[in-house]
């Protein structure tokens, strides 16, 4: 089992940047492909950003290209995510997953594929 605890949401203003964290415990290791995952209201969840595990292999949504940045600390069993230039359209609760891979380097996008979960953070970002 892992267990996945989401840090560092918030309340900010269009433009400015919050950092997310995540910490895993339990059966943590380097054989995971962690991602970030984020849900409005009345929306479905959808995928943010992903890293992979091994060489670091990152892909993001469209959405956030270019103003999310996703990285991993093994050592510390931690994945980051840096959010700068905030939209209120990036809005949501922001969840953190981890997939058990043998893969090195496969990255995966679909909520589907993820083993674990956090609990989620609010982000909410005024206009």
């Known amino acids: 089992q892992v267990q996945l605890v989401e840090t560092g949401g918030g309340l900010v203003q269009a433009g400015n940047s919050l950092r997310l964290s995540c910490v895993a415990s339990g059966r943590t290791g380097s054989n995971y492909a962690m991602g970030w995952f984020r849900q409005s209201p009345g929306k479905e969840r959808e995928f943010v950003a992903t890293i992979s595990s091994g060489i670091g292999n990152t892909e993001y949504a469209d959405s956030v290209k270019g103003r999310f940045t996703i990285s991993r600390d093994n050592a510390q069993s931690m994945v980051n995510l840096q959010m700068n230039s905030l939209k209120p359209e990036d809005t949501a609760i922001y969840y953190c997953?981890?997939?058990?891979?043998?893969?090195?380097?496969?990255?995966?996008?679909?909520?589907?594929?993820?083993?674990?979960w956090g609990q989620g953070t609010q982000v909410t970002v005024s206009s």
């Open positions: 997953a981890s997939k058990i891979t043998t893969l090195t380097g496969a990255i995966y996008t679909r909520s589907s594929r993820y083993d674990y």
